[in-house]
């Protein structure tokens, strides 16, 4: 079965540029979760979706970080004006109850 | 709010070696505990949870962790080894699966 699918998979970008990172959950799975891993770091949670709204948003670093979910599925992860502190990688998890998170691959995000 | 600590952040057992990860969490009541796995270029998969009951939980691949609430640790074994063990492992502590805390994590290398 489909697991959780992220894209771009490796995404290389200029500092001050904008950025969409994507997830597509497991189907039906109505929780959305984003991390971020710095290298050699454990994940720092940055925002959970319950259907298309976030109780929870205050893991995100700054104002120039956003996330929508639309339709309860896919969610885009924005970033304004990158740093070069945001390379990381991003990852994705969803659940369906209260008992596991799926991850996706994640997007390896280098910001020259 | 919740924290944990993986002390160790590489790992180096031979093949047939039996293997103990540590995790040691600060939480205020009982929490919810996982070990995750990451294999390189994957996402994380749940090897195993605890939530209550029986304090020695068993998971995939062989894996079982002990919970331990007078030492507040929830440390991951394997009796032996395998060369695909070979990975990244993540410890989280959370009240519930939607407010997780991820330990840096420990990899773990398998010599032939």
């Known amino acids: 079965g489909a697991g959780v699918s992220q894209s771009p998979s490796n995404k290389v970008t200029e500092k001050g540029k904008d950025v969409e990172l994507r997830c597509d959950p497991i189907?039906?799975?109505?929780?959305l979760y984003w991390y971020r891993q710095r290298l050699g770091q454990g994940l720092e949670f940055l925002i959970y979706f319950q259907g298309n709204s976030a109780p929870d948003k205050s893991g995100l670093p700054s104002d120039r970080f956003s996330a929508e979910r639309t339709g309860e599925s896919v969610s885009t992860l924005t970033i304004q004006r990158t740093q070069q502190e945001d390379s990381a990688v991003y990852l994705c998890?969803?659940?369906?109850?209260?008992?596991?998170?799926?991850f996706g691959p994640g997007t390896r995000l280098t910001v020259l | 709010a919740q924290s944990v600590t993986q002390p160790d952040i590489h790992i180096t057992v031979s093949e047939g070696a039996s293997l103990e990860l540590r995790c040691n969490y600060s939480?205020?009541?009982?929490?919810?505990l996982f070990w995750y796995v990451q294999s390189p270029g994957q996402g994380l998969q749940l090897l195993l949870k605890?939530?209550?009951?029986?304090?020695l939980v068993q998971g995939i691949k062989g894996f079982e962790a002990e919970f331990k609430r007078s030492q507040s640790s929830f440390n991951l074994r394997k009796p032996s080894v395998h060369w695909s063990d070979a990975a990244e492992y993540f410890c989280?502590?959370?009240?519930?699966?939607?407010?997780?805390?991820f330990g840096a994590g420990t990899r773990l290398t398998v010599k032939p």
């Open positions: 605890y939530f209550s009951g029986d304090t």
């Open positions: 989280a502590v959370g009240p519930n699966n939607n407010d997780m805390r």
């Open positions: 998890a969803s659940s369906l109850t209260s008992t596991e998170q799926f």
């Open positions: 189907s039906g799975h109505t929780a």
């Open positions: 939480y205020g009541a009982t929490p919810y």
